[in-house]
């Protein structure tokens, strides 16, 4: 059984990542769904480095943490 991804519903995730940057509740992100070996999506909102307003790309590299979190989120 195969199911597609919403291309309009996809569409909306850039627009919510820029909100949340908008509002002060994330500096930067990036979002990438994958489906099937395919990008379906790949958005980037914010900045990398918010002291020198340098913008988040996709290539951004991000000290992560707590590994905990990526495994949580797939």
């Known amino acids: 059984m ?3 991804l919403s291309h309009s519903r996809l569409s909306q995730i850039g627009a919510w990542q820029q909100l949340l940057v908008d ?12 489906r099937g070996g395919e990008t379906a999506l790949l958005a980037t909102a914010g900045h990398a480095d918010v002291a020198s307003r340098t913008p988040v790309s996709e290539d951004s590299i991000f000290r992560l943490y ?7 989120s797939i």
């Open 23 to 34: 509002r002060g509740a994330l500096p930067c992100a990036v979002t990438l769904v994958n």
């Open 66 to 72: 707590s590994m905990t979190k990526p495994i949580v």
């Open 2 to 4: 195969s199911t597609k």
